[in-house]
């Protein structure tokens, strides 16, 4: 864990909002912007994309950051990896201590085979993302959406190389904080998942703030 507190003053922020509890969103943040997302309440899951907003071809990409930083958790420090292995963004604050970027975002589909048929109608976070882009941004496509980054999620890599979603590891209040080095979009369901205690069983709002 690299925690780190940020010396910003949200009285200074240029934007600054709540998403409430599985809500999706998107904006582009440009080069030398800095995104805050505060977990407001506690143990919520943050499932995040980011692309290049010049070529959003060009995307976020959990592989290239995973072994880039030779670490499979996100945190202070973290540089947030292209698929051209380009640094979109590099994580400069974080007062949780790890993020999640392998355990991908819920949907219909995953609803099903994890809990039960009838819960293929569940409110998902692929189906926010696909909300999301197909009213705010027609640059992208459902082919874009590709693995993603779980924010103040708990997805703890067992020794035998396993993977949990557990109870999360965050507690009200709790942020990260990223520097783009580019201009990029990013989207965000605020997960709304009621089948695991990946939201604590109880999805909560965030505030996300520009720099
Ligand atoms: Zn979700």
């Known amino acids: 864990m690299a925690l780190h507190e940020s010396s910003l003053d949200p009285k200074q922020a240029c934007f600054d909002t709540v998403l409430g509890s599985g809500l999706g969103f998107s904006r582009v943040v440009t080069r030398g912007q800095t995104l805050r997302i505060v977990d407001l309440e506690g143990n919520q899951a943050v499932d995040t994309l980011f692309f290049s907003a010049a070529d959003p071809a060009e995307r976020y990409s959990a592989v290239d950051t995973i072994r880039e930083q030779g670490a499979i958790y996100l945190t202070t420090g973290s540089p947030l990896m292209s698929t051209e292995n380009n640094v979109l963004l590099n994580i400069v604050a974080d007062t949780c201590g790890r993020h ?31 909300l999301e882009i197909q009213h705010h941004r027609p640059e992208l496509s459902k082919r874009d959406l590709t693995a993603n980054i779980n924010f103040f999620m708990n997805v703890p890599v067992t020794p035998e190389g396993g993977l949990d979603f557990d109870d999360g590891i965050s507690a009200p209040g709790r942020y990260v904080e990223m520097r783009a080095e580019r201009d990029v979009i990013v989207l965000i369901s605020n997960c709304p998942q009621l089948n695991n205690p990946c939201n604590g069983y109880n999805p909560t709002p965030i505030r996300i703030l520009v720099w």
């Not at 589909?109 to 926010?128: F, G, P």
Request: glycine share 6%; with cysteine.
């Open 100 to 130: 999640d970027t392998v355990g991908g975002a819920c949907s219909a589909e995953s609803n099903q085979v994890r809990y039960a048929l009838d819960k293929k109608y569940m409110h998902s976070c692929r189906d926010n993302f696909l």
